[in-house]
């Protein structure tokens, strides 16, 4: 199972149906999200059979322009609405994950979607975790879907 | 006179989307009540006159599978039909919420001609 794969058809179906943004995938291979600058995380946990989260890091001027489109609306700044419409961008990926993880055999719940946003912080886990990065790109830069499982 | 539709999801981000979805289907309501979870959706389905209910599953306070329990024990609202919107695809969920009186399910993220689609033909 190549749950990158997935991530990215995932993710570009979210953008192209919901959030009316053209996206595209960097090649770059991303081993870490590492220290993230004026950024918004939105994240979801997974458990049961496998533990993990899954996140995706925006900086705020992406997540800006992204809810823009979400919303159909001029956002000015990172408020409740820039908040949510993350928030809810890392609901559909869980829940596209899930779907994946669910079909190859694993039971999973996700938690409700939950968002973090700062001038300068780091997303680590502290356990041994397998990670998926994908780096996508936008007219306004780029965010980062992150997928961390339990190994 | 017009039909009035309850959009139950604790995103409001999620709300603008499914309002804005059924305005490019097509779809017209007179009015569009909106709750964040089952329990404000329950006392909206108290007060309020409601054709449709469209709810998200995974929701505080009241999940979606709570919502459609308590609305099935209450005579005054058990009837108005139910539309999951929901990233829940599971057999086992949807099955749940079907088996509570559901009557069908679209699977976020979605179009308005999916929404059309289902919703339509419900209406």
């Known amino acids: ?151 | 006179m017009g039909k009035n539709v309850l959009l139950v999801d604790d995103s409001s981000t999620m709300r603008k989307i499914i309002g804005r979805s059924l305005r490019q289907a097509g779809i017209e309501f007179d009015n569009i009540f909106e709750a964040g979870d089952g329990l404000e959706a329950l006392a909206i389905l108290e007060k309020e006159k409601v054709d449709i209910v469209l709810s998200d599953i995974n929701m505080p306070n009241m999940d979606g599978i709570s919502f459609l329990r308590e609305k099935s024990n209450r005579a005054n609202m058990k009837d108005i039909p139910v539309l999951m919107i929901s990233t829940e695809t599971g057999d086992d969920i949807i099955g749940e919420a079907k088996s509570l009186g559901a009557v069908g399910s679209i699977k976020k993220p979605f179009t308005p001609d999916k929404v059309n689609e289902v919703l339509g033909p419900l209406l």
């Open chain 1, 1 to 151: 199972m190549d749950i990158s794969k997935k991530i990215i058809e995932a993710t570009i179906e979210i953008f192209s149906t919901m959030v009316m943004m053209d996206i595209t995938v960097d090649d770059e291979d991303v081993k870490d999200s590492g220290k993230l600058h004026d950024a918004i995380t939105g994240m979801i946990g997974l458990a049961g059979t496998h533990k993990g989260v899954l996140a995706i890091h925006i900086p705020h001027v992406v997540a800006i322009a992204i809810t823009g489109s979400f919303l159909g609306m001029e956002v000015d700044g990172i408020n409740e609405d820039v908040e949510d419409a993350v928030g809810e961008l890392a609901n559909m990926l869980g829940g596209n994950v899930k779907a994946v993880l669910v079909e190859n055999g694993r039971d999973i719940d996700l938690s409700l979607p939950s968002t973090i946003s700062g001038a300068s912080y780091q997303f680590q886990s502290s356990k041994d975790v397998e990670k998926s990065l994908i780096r996508f790109r936008t007219e306004s830069g780029s965010f980062l879907v992150e997928l961390q499982l339990e190994k």
